[in-house]
């Protein structure tokens, strides 16, 4: 009996995961039982973030004027079995894709520089160019293939496409489900590539001080895996050839204790 407690024990302790390596942004708060309510205790300041453009980066422009459309040379206007191409096809299909030079092209105008240049820095100087062709045009530009990737201790790993190009981190961890009770939160790899190199950082989620940093805000492309805390083998492997051995151990006490009575 005592060997079945002394197995229970080891796998109890080797899997319990503490608040502290489990609750998000703590700042002395994790399992205090006087916080002040209705009030605010901290406020923090940030910078705020623009994402600027790159190459290989896709484009949706739109152009909408008074000119009449047979002279309206920006509007892709393209009929395929009697629905417009925006209707059939896939939008990253028939966006403009940024060159390795950071331009985009157009008909008359010829290329246009967009690389890095914030998205509202893009819209206007297509907004100025327009001017001169069209008539009052409005020019509307969005980044379509704003994407990121989660992976290790994630509920859905995979890759996310946004259609907001400025979403904090913890955004884009809700929208990847979360991450595992099992998930390491306080080092959390993020490898970014920016002009022309590939960055490799660390990040610590269980700091409430984490809104202040740089990262707080993703990139384009960012890569962010999340390890484990080394509970998993308990929880995973340990935990479950524990319960097999109590079950087969128990199973033979009372067979022994039926024979012997």
Do not use: H, W
Request: net charge neutral; hydrophobic share 40%; charged share 20%.
């Amino acid at each position: 009996m005592r060997i079945l407690v002394l197995f229970a024990s080891l796998a109890f302790l080797g899997s319990c995961v503490p608040n502290r390596k489990y609750v998000y942004l703590q700042k002395n708060d994790v399992n205090s039982k006087v916080l002040p309510k209705d009030t605010v205790v901290r406020e923090y300041s940030y910078e705020d973030f623009a994402y600027k453009i790159q190459p290989e980066d896709i484009l949706s422009v739109r152009f909408e004027s008074l000119t009449p459309q047979q002279y309206d040379f920006f509007t892709k206007d393209i009929q395929l079995a009697g629905q417009s191409l925006s209707q059939q096809a896939n939008p990253l299909l028939i966006g403009e894709l940024v060159d390795n030079e950071g331009m985009v092209p157009f008909p008359v105008v010829g290329k246009v520089k967009v690389a890095g240049l914030t998205i509202y820095e893009a819209q206007d100087t297509l907004q100025k160019i327009a001017n001169q062709y069209l008539q009052n045009p409005i020019v509307k530009v969005r980044l379509i293939n704003f994407r990121i990737t989660f992976l290790g201790e994630v509920n859905r790993e995979g890759t996310i496409t946004l259609s907001n190009n400025r979403v904090s981190l913890m955004e884009a961890i809700g929208l990847a489900g979360g991450l595992t009770d099992l998930a390491d939160k306080k080092n959390i790899k993020l490898i970014r590539i920016r002009n022309g190199q590939t960055d490799v950082q660390y990040i610590d989620l269980l700091d409430e001080d984490f809104m202040q940093s740089p990262n707080f805000f993703i990139n384009q492309n960012d890569l962010i895996i999340v390890p484990a805390l080394r509970q998993r083998p308990y929880r995973k492997y340990v935990g479950q050839n524990v319960s097999l051995a109590i079950s087969a151990l128990t199973l033979v006490v009372l067979t022994i204790n039926l024979l012997t009575n």
